[in-house]
């Protein structure tokens, strides 16, 4: 149920959000949509993905879970933040295996593979992920997974 799954992982970030005083919200208006694959994994897309809006969101933002739209084929959900943004020329390229911000600030602690296994795992689920931002504004992730045959 990724529904649940999607939950669970918004209230184990809720720490990690309340230290920055990053509010973190959810609008989930599924109780259940049933996909096929890897919990963990899954799981581990859904923390990467939040991980990121927390990251690249100073003080005081705000970071939200939605679910865009479902069908009886696939569903997609959104991770919206609206922290520092994503310059148009890097759209393209943050999910290249360890592409990272040069901004020292945020390039001490990272790897730069989070959205690369991300995209990896999706696809290996037959979803998809994108990114549409405006720099300086916000960031949103969407993610588009099929529902179990
Ligand atoms: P890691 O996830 O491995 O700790 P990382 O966060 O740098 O490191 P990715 O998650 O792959 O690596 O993200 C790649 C880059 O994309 C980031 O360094 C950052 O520049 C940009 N980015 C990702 N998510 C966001 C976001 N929500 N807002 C702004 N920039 C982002
Ligand atoms: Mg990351």
Known sequence: ??????KQVVIDMNLEAN??????EMS?????FII???QNRLQQVI???VINSIKYTPSDGKVKVLIVEYSKKDIIFEVRDNGIG?????LPIVFNRYYKSKKMEYSEDSTGLGLF???????KHKGSIWIESVFGEGTSVFI???VRQ
């Open 36 to 38: 096929e694959g890897d």
């Open 144 to 146: 588009r997974l099929p």
């Open 28 to 32: 989930l208006e599924l109780e259940e």
């Open 86 to 90: 994503i310059k148009e020329e890097e």
């Open 19 to 24: 230290k920055k005083d990053i509010q973190l």
């Open 117 to 123: 296994i991300a995209k990896e795992i999706v696809e």
């Open 1 to 6: 149920n990724l529904i649940q799954l999607i």
């Open 47 to 49: 923390q990467n993905v």
